[in-house]
């Protein structure tokens, strides 16, 4: 009997202070955004960096579906060769760490991602990209990406035609969500940009590979400042993941479409 897609959700990760215990926390919009798209979310808390690590990625790995890769702090450019700029703001080592181990095992089996914020920056630089640390220096003559004074900041998006943002907006004029200071530069290999700014800062990328299907969006569309039709990231995600499993010939559930009152 066909079941539904087992999506993996990893964590941010806060250490002890103050006499509170180090936790780790996910934001509620992305796993509710899952059970509504027709999914069945599984947290993954950031595991230690020991000698059982490798293997406990592996085994995750292979019992998922597919996986979303959450917003949160800055990635640490010195991880990838880059000096440390004074706007950045670190994830935390443990998470980046884990993180980044992750995305890695993620890449080798082809698992279906979908990289939201920092998940769509960790996605492309993991496979090759780069970033641009500090929007406001790197791009002088671009919109503002991040008001600290309004949470609902938003801009528009231009999206290319034959993409998944296309089937989720289509001809809509879209505005979404924007509260960040990072945002790619170079695009990985593989990738294709598929939605931008109308200053040409990147959004979305989404895989060239027919093998792998992935994509990132740098706006947040499980926020609570996302449109009702945000939600349809979530959807088309999680129906190109059951796609994918039936070209495995593992039938999963599909995706129903919302029904309009």
């Known amino acids: 009997m066909p079941r539904k897609p087992l999506i993996g959700i990893n964590t941010d990760y806060r250490t002890a202070q103050k006499g509170v215990p180090a936790l780790s926390v996910v934001f509620a919009g992305y796993y509710d955004s899952l059970l509504q798209a027709g999914a069945l979310p599984v947290v993954i808390p950031p595991y230690p960096d020991d000698k059982n690590l490798d293997a406990h990625l592996e085994q995750i790995v292979s019992m998922l579906d597919g996986i979303v890769m959450v917003g ?7 991880r990838d060769g880059y000096m440390l ?8 080592e443990r ?22 914020g ?7 630089v993991s496979q090759g990209g780069t970033l641009y640390l500090h929007i406001p220096e790197d791009l002088p003559k671009a919109l503002p ?3 600290a004074m309004d949470p609902n900041h938003r801009h528009g998006l231009v999206i290319e035609k034959d993409s998944l943002v296309e089937r989720v907006y289509g001809e809509n004029d879209i505005r979404i969500n924007s ?3 990072m ?37 947040h569309p499980e926020s609570p400042s996302a449109t009702a039709l945000d939600i349809g990231i979530f959807r088309e995600f999680v129906r190109g993941v059951v796609s994918v499993k039936q070209r495995q010939g593992i039938h999963l559930l599909e995706v129903e479409d919302p029904v309009l009152v």
């Open 85 to 92: 700029h004074s706007s950045v703001k670190l994830l935390d």
């Open 145 to 147: 990406h991040r008001d």
């Open 183 to 219: 945002a790619i530069d170079d695009v990985a290999p593989g990738f294709l940009v598929t939605g931008r700014c109308p200053d040409g800062v990147i959004e979305v990328i989404e895989s060239l590979d027919d093998n792998w299907f992935a994509i990132g969006t740098q706006f």
């Open 179 to 181: 509260m960040h200071h």
């Open 118 to 124: 920092t998940g769509m920056q960790l996605l492309n």
């Open 72 to 78: 949160g702090g800055d990635l640490d450019p010195r």
């Open 95 to 116: 998470r980046e760490t884990f993180d980044r181990l992750l995305i890695e095992k993620v890449a080798e089996h082809q698992l279906p991602i979908l990289g939201i």
